[in-house]
């Protein structure tokens, strides 16, 4: 016997703001998500690292503070968006749209559906630093772009996607985002 499950599942599409190439995740999770716990999502299927603090707004722009201990369905519904920044020093403005309630959810959620190019690495300077960054390695080899190479950890290509990784990242996010049970 097979039994619906009442929970709405939603698809978001989460745009990166103010970079180029355009970086977006698109993924299904339930809709009565709490936005704490949507944070952990956005930063896996992004690629950020957890390092920074975070806070929502309305994503019509009148910049009105979100709780996130608010559930993602008593501030949103299927059409609407909402404002996420991620590291207030850099200002990673991401727009959460949701797209549309799925007909017939089936399987575990929340999944990542698809998405485009790299997520900028942590601490590169927002949107600013990132484009600067992104001049330099195309640029000529040189002692500053080494130097970029190296605090990078290595070469980066800004319009990699790995569907898979992004998977198990969020995977891995999901599970420290639920609350542990006090000893």
Known sequence: ????????????????????P??????????????SQLHYYIQGVMGWELMHLFS???????????????????VCRVGDALTYTYDF???????????KAMAKPTGAYPRVVAGKYACPPEDCGGPWG???????L??????HRRELVEWLGG??????????EAGERL???????????VA
């Open 89 to 99: 020093g850099d200002n990673w403005q991401h727009l959460v749209t949701v797209e």
């Open 22 to 35: 355009a970086v977006w995740r698109r993924f299904d999770t339930y809709a009565d998500v709490k936005l």
């Open 130 to 136: 990132y484009g600067d960054m992104l001049k330099v």
């Open 138 to 143: 195309a640029g000529r080899r040189n002692a």
């Open 171 to 181: 995977t891995e996010y999901v599970e420290v985002s639920v609350p542990q049970p």
């Open 155 to 164: 070469p980066f290509d800004p319009k990699a996607f790995d569907i898979d």
């Open 1 to 20: 016997m097979t039994i619906e499950n009442p929970v709405s599942v939603w698809r978001l599409k989460v745009e990166l703001l103010g970079v180029a």
């Open 56 to 74: 929502y707004q309305d994503g019509r722009g009148y910049g009105c503070q979100i709780s996130s201990e608010s559930l993602l369905c008593d």
